[in-house]
């Protein structure tokens, strides 16, 4: 056999044993109960938690079945055991496969194994045969909670000095941001001086973008008064729809309202007519202001 031959099969066995690369997933949280709050934890909350059962094959001796899902970690680190024994994962660490299911299932297999006060600073590449969080957690209920800060990375450990410091100034990136009651991953902030509501949609983002242009068309898409709808991010295979609000009102005053649309955006998503012209140049002008979020 030539030299040549041999440096082809060589390459072909390399090829082969290589691991398959990390389909991309268009709807990653698909299955998981909550899907809509991983994806507000993921792309749009600042500072939130929520708590996630791990399945008990995936868990170490002497690990506990419980981890908390933050938005982030300090440094962005992809997860951490406490030495009280909690472990936290950041879902915005940045890992970027194509399906943040398996990016995050990495995460938390990594935080589980790590010694108690050990951050979990890099995570294994993830591949084809990685599980993903659907293989990973028990199902159950995914309920978030928001906080004002970052206090929940030290729990009652008080810090001083550089750590107190560093702390204090990531509290001051924080967006006020309050969960709505009207609606699952309804979430009001205050920007500057602006006020707006940000809902992630369960549905799938082709039926919720002609539902939102039905809406439009027919001026129905506001909250009342002066707002009005700015348009909707695509996040996981999902859309959020945002909203510009009157700054002078709070969240509480818009729960009726937000109760209200969601009847009139449930009709118009169960609508089986074709889009008239003034719908389709309504959806034409949402889609020209999309954003797709990562």
């Given at each position: 056999?030539?030299?040549?031959?041999?440096?082809?099969?060589?390459?072909?066995?390399?090829?082969?044993?290589?691991?398959?690369?990390?389909?991309?997933?268009?709807?990653?949280?698909?299955?998981?109960?909550?899907?809509?709050?991983?994806?507000?934890?993921?792309?749009?909350?600042?500072?939130?938690?929520?708590?996630?059962?791990?399945?008990?094959?995936?868990?170490?001796?002497?690990?506990?079945?419980?981890?908390?899902?933050?938005?982030?970690?300090?440094?962005?680190?992809?997860?951490?055991?406490?030495?009280?024994?909690?472990?936290?994962?950041?879902?915005?660490?940045?890992?970027?496969?194509?399906?943040?299911?398996?990016?995050?299932?990495?995460?938390?297999?990594?935080?589980?194994?790590?010694?108690?006060?050990?951050?979990?600073?890099?995570?294994?590449?993830?591949?084809?045969?990685?599980?993903?969080?659907?293989?990973?957690?028990?199902?159950?209920?995914?309920?978030?909670?928001?906080?004002?800060?970052?206090?929940?990375?030290?729990?009652?450990?008080?810090?001083?000095?550089?750590?107190?410091?560093?702390?204090?100034?990531?509290?001051?990136?924080?967006?006020?941001?309050?969960?709505?009651?009207?609606?699952?991953?309804a979430y009001w902030v205050r920007i500057g001086d602006r006020a707006h509501i940000r809902l992630v949609l369960p549905d799938d983002e082709d039926a919720a973008?002609?539902?939102?242009?039905?809406?439009?068309?027919?001026?129905?898409?506001?909250?009342?008064?002066?707002?009005?709808?700015?348009?909707?991010f695509r996040a996981c295979g999902l859309l959020v729809p945002v909203w510009d609000l009157d700054p002078e009102l709070g969240a509480d005053d818009y729960e009726?309202?937000?109760?209200?649309?969601?009847?009139?955006?449930?009709?118009?998503?169960?609508?089986?007519?074709?889009?008239?012209?003034?719908?389709?140049?309504?959806?034409?002008?949402?889609?020209?202001?999309?954003?797709?979020?990562?």
């Amino acid at each position: 056999m030539g030299k040549a031959s041999r440096r082809q099969r060589a390459a072909d066995t390399a090829r082969r044993s290589r691991p398959a690369p990390v389909p991309f997933e268009r709807r990653p949280f698909e299955g998981l109960a909550g899907e809509t709050d991983w994806v507000a934890l993921r792309e749009i909350l600042p500072a939130a938690t929520a708590t996630a059962t791990v399945r008990p094959e995936h868990v170490p001796d002497g690990a506990p079945s419980e981890v908390t899902v933050a938005t982030v970690l300090p440094l962005a680190w992809p997860g951490l055991h406490r030495a009280d024994g909690t472990v936290f994962i950041g879902t915005q660490s940045g890992n970027a496969s194509g399906d943040p299911s398996r990016d995050l299932a990495a995460q938390v297999l990594a935080a589980l194994a790590a010694d108690p006060g050990v951050p979990v600073v890099t995570v294994p590449q993830v591949t084809a045969d990685s599980p993903r969080l659907q293989d990973v957690l028990v199902e159950g209920s995914f309920d978030v909670t928001v906080h004002e800060g970052f206090d929940f990375w030290v729990g009652d450990q008080e810090l001083e000095g550089d750590a107190a410091e560093s702390l204090a100034r990531a509290n001051e990136t924080v967006v006020p941001t309050s969960r709505m009651a009207a609606l699952p991953s309804a979430y009001w902030v205050r920007i500057g001086d602006r006020a707006h509501i940000r809902l992630v949609l369960p549905d799938d983002e082709d039926a919720a973008t002609d539902a939102l242009a039905r809406l439009h068309a027919a001026g129905e898409d506001g909250l009342g008064g002066d707002t009005r709808l700015l348009g909707a991010f695509r996040a996981c295979g999902l859309l959020v729809p945002v909203w510009d609000l009157d700054p002078e009102l709070g969240a509480d005053d818009y729960e009726d309202a937000l109760t209200a649309w969601h009847g009139r955006y449930t009709a118009a998503l169960g609508s089986g007519a074709a889009l008239t012209a003034e719908e389709r140049r309504a959806r034409s002008g949402l889609l020209s202001r999309q954003v797709t979020l990562r």
